[in-house]
């Protein structure tokens, strides 16, 4: 299925580049969303390089501060994370919360989500191993959550790319 989701993110991906040109914001979000893809996959490198190709769309589009950049940054920490380089993921979640406090009503989720990244990605580089085994566990005991990021992929590349194509026939 992943097979099918990078085929249907692809083809997405072309039309946009072909009808909007390769820095609008649509595009830098097909990138993000086949990045989270390569990332669901294991495809560390495959992922980083759409995560940042994304980033740094929405930082010409709409500004540095931009709730935007403050997700596409806290994917490449989550990326970072999942690498074990949770040092370089820090600062990334760091300036997310930034953005998000700047530009979001206080009570807004993405904030309490990114200060709970936070403070993982913290605790992580104060209490390694702690950590890690309680992640091991999670993945033994939750293996049906990949199949559910499978499909949840598969669905939005279909969405995107179905959208996509009557707009490009209309």
Sequence with gaps: KFDEAKELYGRALRIREKNLG????????TLHNLASLYLAQGKGEEAKRRYERAIEIWKKVYG???PHVATGLLSLARLLSFQGKFKKALPLVQRALDIYKAKLPPQHPDITMT???LEE???Q????RKEKKGKKKERKT???GKKREENENKGTAQRNTKRYEHENLN
């Design 142 to 144: 939750n293996p049906k």
């Design 22 to 29: 390769s820095k609008h914001p649509d595009v830098a979000t």
């Design 121 to 123: 990605i913290d605790n």
């Design 64 to 66: 540095p501060n931009h």
């Design 125 to 128: 580089i104060r209490n390694p």
């Design 115 to 117: 200060r709970t990244s």
